[in-house]
């Protein structure tokens, strides 16, 4: 089992800890398994740092055996009651849920292969809901008026499909997370494709198309931007210039100019799409780390501050910035973010119950709802043609649509 895959899991559960990182691992049943299937890919400290629900337990170690941790399927009960006995969740911040004019409903879909781990959702323009299976090695898709579900496996077993995206010609492509390449699959007959990378682009993360068809994706940990031309599979890589920095999410101005934020740095960066050379703008705060950003229909840039609680904003134009402190508080870890007929949307990830809040550039006021399932974290959101929003809910097996109120 690839070791980032693992550390990326892992991520959330060290943010939100509220139990000592250095606690061992109490004597009970199920402790010897754990310390067998558990800590060849990762340091024990990832597990002692964290509590959780029984519920969470459960789902988390499904995830877990999906992505090739060597417990058997009738270990799975003794491995989940020894983590839920030894560490009980803590004290998890509450969600604030603020009233407002706005209506949405939801529509949620659990997602049919155990322990997937849908990572990024992907509304195409035939109305589907696609989903990115991470760690069940899948591509999922979702019929939104019958809830019927359909899921593609691609050929390469563990590639943890990541980041989701669809061409002008109805292809849904993807990144590779855990084996280095970006996929390509054509869901009418099935097919997929792959577009290698260089060795040291190991983690592609986000894909983004241009208005001219050019692909453009972030590479997390190794530290690099890159672009691939489909008409030739030409591929082009740049470092970040800051180390670590981390590139994470990505948007596309109206220019055709691409824009990622940095989760290792302070930081968002532009990418110049004929030199590739990167330009980037230093947030106010030192301790920013944002990690998904969005883009209004006027070229503004929106960032949520997932280490501080902050929805942030910065005009590339002037390099002026501001900041709003979020609804439930500086652990509410805002995540998926959106732009959608002149407002802002997001998640907090890390409250009970996950929100979507929606925020007014215009009155800079703030209105949350709890999304009903609980949200699991929401790494990623996205806006739908017709002005809905679809997320995918992680650590709850679970996709939604969100139709918002005219």
């Not at 589907?128 to 999922?140: F, P, R």
């Amino acid at each position: 089992m690839p070791r980032t895959s693992l550390i990326g899991l892992f991520t959330a559960m060290v943010f939100c800890s509220t139990v000592s990182a250095q606690r061992p691992l109490p004597a009970g049943n199920g402790k010897a398994l754990v310390e067998t299937a558990c800590t060849t890919c990762h340091a024990i400290t990832l597990i002692t740092g964290a509590g959780h629900t029984p519920a969470e337990w459960k789902l988390l170690v499904e995830r877990m055996v999906a992505a090739g941790a060597e417990v058997s399927k009738d270990q799975i009960p003794t491995v989940t009651e020894y983590l839920t006995k030894a560490f009980p969740e803590g004290n998890v911040p509450k969600a604030v849920i603020i009233p407002g004019p706005a209506k949405v409903s939801f529509k949620e879909w659990t997602v049919p292969t155990i322990g997937s781990r849908p990572h990024d959702p992907l509304a195409t323009h035939d109305g589907y809901l696609w989903y990115s299976g991470q760690y069940a090695n899948v591509l999922g898709r979702v019929d939104t008026k019958t809830g019927e579900i359909k899921e593609f496996h691609p050929p390469t077993k563990g590639s943890g499909p990541h980041g989701l995206v669809e061409d002008k010609d109805g292809k849904v492509w993807f990144t590779a997370n855990s084996k280095g390449y970006i996929g390509k699959l054509d869901p009418k007959n099935g097919e997929f494709s792959e577009y290698k990378l260089p060795p040291e682009a190991r983690d592609p993360h986000t894909p983004l198309f241009d208005q001219k068809g050019t692909l453009w994706f972030t590479v997390q940990n190794a530290n690099k931007v890159g672009r691939l031309k489909p008409a030739t599979g030409d591929i082009k890589l740049v470092d970040s210039p800051t180390k670590p920095s981390n590139p994470y999410g990505m948007v596309v101005d109206t220019k055709g100019t691409p824009y990622y934020c940095e989760f290792g740095a302070p930081k968002i960066a532009a990418i110049n799409p004929d030199t590739m050379a990167i330009h980037e703008w230093t947030l106010p705060n030192p301790a920013s780390r944002p990690r998904r950003i969005a883009i209004t229909s006027d070229d503004i840039i929106y960032y949520a501050d997932y280490s501080r609680g902050f929805l942030g904003r910065l005009d590339p134009k002037t390099g002026a910035m501001k900041e709003w402190p979020s609804p439930s508080g500086p652990q509410a870890q805002p995540y998926g973010i959106t732009f959608l007929d002149g407002a802002i949307w997001y998640s907090e990830s890390a409250v009970k119950p996950n929100t979507l809040v929606r925020f007014d550039p215009k009155t800079e006021k703030f209105q949350t709802w709890a999304i009903p399932a609980g949200g699991g974290v929401v790494r990623n959101m996205m806006t739908t043609k017709d002005g809905n929003i679809v997320m995918a809910e992680s650590a709850l097996n679970t996709v939604a649509l969100v139709t918002v109120g005219k």
